[in-house]
């Protein structure tokens, strides 16, 4: 992973690749045929989640708002490579709830920059990227 902040031996360490371009997770469409190849809705999202291991870590989750935030900031600085971001839309792990009270939301952040979409809370049922994060 690529480390992304440090703070009294603690860090943040995020995957050098969207999850679409991990071997064994690659050419991916949502079961129910929308989104673009490399999407996953939320559900798909947490059950890879459940057995994801990749260079030898198993608690890898997705980004809060505020890591998002982080991230966003920091693929424009050149003191990190933060590598490739091949979507726009991407998923983070913070819920939401509809006018029912149901948590069926979930963040999502724009980090491609495509004025067609906006940061904010989308049905779980909606795709979007998605790139890992860890703590160490």
Request: glycine fraction near 12%.
């Amino acid at each position: 992973g690529i480390i992304i902040k440090v703070s009294n031996g603690h860090g943040l360490m995020i995957a050098p690749d969207d999850l679409d371009h991990i071997k064994g997770y690659s050419n991916h469409k949502p079961a129910d045929g929308g989104g673009y190849l490399g999407t996953y809705t939320w559900d798909e999202t947490m059950d890879v989640l459940n057995n994801f291991n990749y260079n030898g870590h198993n608690d890898w989750r997705l980004p809060t708002k505020d890591e998002w935030e982080l991230i966003d900031n920091q693929k424009h600085n050149s003191d990190y490579n933060l590598g490739t971001f091949y979507g726009f839309i991407y998923w983070a792990s913070d819920e939401g709830e509809d006018a029912l009270g149901r948590t069926s939301e979930a963040y999502q952040k724009n980090v491609g920059g495509s004025s067609n979409y906006q940061d904010g809370f989308m049905d779980k049922s909606s795709w979007g990227y998605v790139r890992f994060i860890r703590n160490f």
